[in-house]
């Protein structure tokens, strides 16, 4: 009974991963960012059972760290601009979120507040702290 219980199980989660990532495929034109946390949480689904997703998982993770470190420069003066860039965009964008009043317009502008935030928390290396601090308190693995 036991076993019957495991196979269903994976193909429950196998079948939710599968059903995400073709969301994210549908959804990912759309303005904004849908379809990219609908296709991580797919693949963090298939990776559950999957060695060949948790591999991938685990090379984009890796991939995304080097992007970020040869984006964001170390120098004082460069993490100033950077924090500077990231207020500017987010005022910018909530401006214009707040004048737009067609909603495609909206999500364009809120777009912006997801670059905003990636400046902001790539700069001075938050995201790696946020990430250790997650692992030290065993949030994460």
């Known amino acids: 009974m036991s076993r019957l219980l495991n196979r269903f199980r994976i193909i429950i989660l196998d079948t939710?991963?599968?059903?995400?990532?073709?969301?994210?495929?549908?959804?990912g034109?759309?303005?904004g960012i849908g379809g990219i946390p609908l296709f991580i949480a797919g693949?963090?689904?298939?990776?559950?059972?999957?060695a060949w997703a948790r591999k991938s998982l685990k090379t984009a993770e890796?991939?995304?760290?080097?992007w970020l470190d040869a984006l964001f420069i170390d120098g004082?003066?460069?993490?100033?601009?950077?924090?500077?860039?990231?207020?500017?965009?987010?005022?910018?964008?909530?401006y214009l979120v707040i004048i737009f009043d067609k909603n495609w317009q909206r999500s364009l502008?809120?777009?912006?507040?997801?670059?905003?935030?990636?400046l902001f928390l790539g700069n001075r290396k938050r995201l790696k702290h946020i990430k250790s601090y997650l692992k030290h308190k065993r949030i994460l693995k």
Do not use: C, R
Not at 16 to 27: E, Q, S
Not at 77 to 94: E, P, Q
């Open 109 to 118: 502008a809120l777009l912006g507040l997801a670059v905003a935030s990636l």
């Open 43 to 50: 693949m963090g689904l298939l990776a559950i059972n999957h």
């Open 62 to 66: 890796q991939k995304g760290e080097e």
């Open 76 to 94: 004082p003066l460069a993490k100033i601009l950077y924090d500077l860039a990231a207020l500017l965009v987010a005022g910018t964008t909530i």
């Open 16 to 27: 939710l991963g599968v059903l995400l990532i073709i969301a994210a495929v549908l959804f």
């Open 29 to 31: 034109w759309l303005p």
